[in-house]
């Protein structure tokens, strides 16, 4: 029968370290950190808080009466601006993460990570992934507002806000309901999310077809092997929930080495501002928040150097799990490439499990 999901995280390990520190290539290491931050593979990882940065009450005010002082036509306009960049870089940072996505499959499938060259190759299947993302994020919307508005509807046409103390037992009971079945659409979600990018990107990389499609053939897949499929979720669970709070700890000791740096580099810029005359206005504050925007930038790209083992790992886990139920994926991982085209200090491919052939 096909490998376990308990069987796929030894291969999965081994893989990692193969790829990782056999030998050790620090632009290798680099580049997988980008693709991973990009493909949101930094999920599978610790928890950071962006929450945690520090404030000053004093400036707050300060802050208050300059934006009081701007001119409301001015200062919508730049609030529109805001928002429609916002969105615009939101767009575009969900198709770059779709395009990378098949640029990690394909660096961890094979051993070497080659940006520029994935991003040629993979543009039509990124494409792909692209639009299933804004699909599935307008489903979630719409979703959403069924779960809760169709309920907050009801409830106001019964009259139960008319007070709402005359009608506590309904209020509270259709709460508990509404809370259930959006607990549960949240978890059906995020099932889906990782099905998705665990077991519908190999199909789509490897035959060029939509995600609906894949998932039309995975679905029987699943069906046919559900307690192994549900194990795979269980385990991933256990292995994220424990490989989170590893890099968790080890991006607090990151933020708090990095805090007293910027910190002393923030009041001496505050200090030579103050001494140079300069005063919080639109631009000083524009400055200050590209400032921060950067630093966040970069201690993220330093958490994803902390994260590539676990960038590489769990593809990797995904792979060695998939590729014993779909072929194509198999071929590609177990079969060794021509000497020609094998790069010097590449180690051969592992030894595949038994499994039946599909």
């Known amino acids: 029968m096909p490998i376990s999901a308990t069987d796929s995280i030894t291969l999965a390990f081994e893989h990692t370290k193969r790829q990782l520190f056999k030998p050790f290539r620090f632009g290798q290491w680099v580049r997988l950190a980008f693709v991973g931050l990009l493909a949101g593979e930094l999920g599978s990882g610790g928890n950071l808080n962006p929450s945690s940065h520090g404030t000053q009450p004093a400036s707050i005010p300060q802050l208050g009466e300059i934006f009081h002082k701007i001119d409301p036509a001015i200062l919508a306009s730049l609030i529109t601006v805001l928002v429609i960049t916002g969105i615009v870089l939101m767009v575009v940072m969900a198709y770059i993460s779709s395009v990378m996505r098949f640029i990690l499959f394909d660096s961890v499938l094979t051993r070497e990570c080659h940006i520029r060259a994935g991003w040629s190759r993979r543009q039509e299947n990124g494409w792909k992934y692209f639009l299933w993302q804004l699909g599935l994020l307008l489903a979630t919307f719409a979703g959403a507002i069924v779960l809760v508005g169709g309920p907050a509807a009801f409830a106001f046409g019964m009259g139960w806000f008319q007070p709402p103390r005359a009608h506590l037992v309904q209020l509270v009971l259709t709460g508990i309901v509404v809370l259930v079945l959006f607990l549960s659409f949240v978890i059906a979600l995020a099932l889906v999310h990782v099905l998705t990018k665990d077991f519908i990107v190999p199909q789509m990389a490897f035959e060029g077809i939509g995600a609906l499609e894949a998932w039309r053939r995975l679905w029987p897949m699943i069906q046919s092997e559900t307690k192994g499929y549900a194990g795979y979720i269980a385990m991933k669970i256990v292995l994220t929930i424990v490989v989170g709070i590893a890099i968790g700890i080890v991006t607090v000791i990151l933020a708090l080495i990095i805090a007293i740096p910027v ?13 140079a005359g300069l005063t919080w206005n639109i631009l000083t504050i524009t400055a200050a928040v590209a400032a921060g925007c950067i630093l966040f930038v970069i201690f993220f790209f330093l958490v994803s150097l902390i994260s590539v083992p676990a960038i590489v790992f769990f593809p990797a886990y995904s792979i060695y799990f998939f590729a014993a139920r779909y072929q ?23 030894t595949p499990p038994p499994y039946p052939a599909m």
Do not use: E, F, N
Request: charged content about 5%.
């Open 328 to 350: 194509p994926l198999s071929l590609a991982l177990y079969s060794p490439a021509p000497q020609s085209a094998v790069p010097q200090g590449t180690p051969p491919p592992l």
């Open 263 to 275: 910190i002393g580099a923030v009041v001496a810029a505050v200090i030579a501002a103050k001494s």
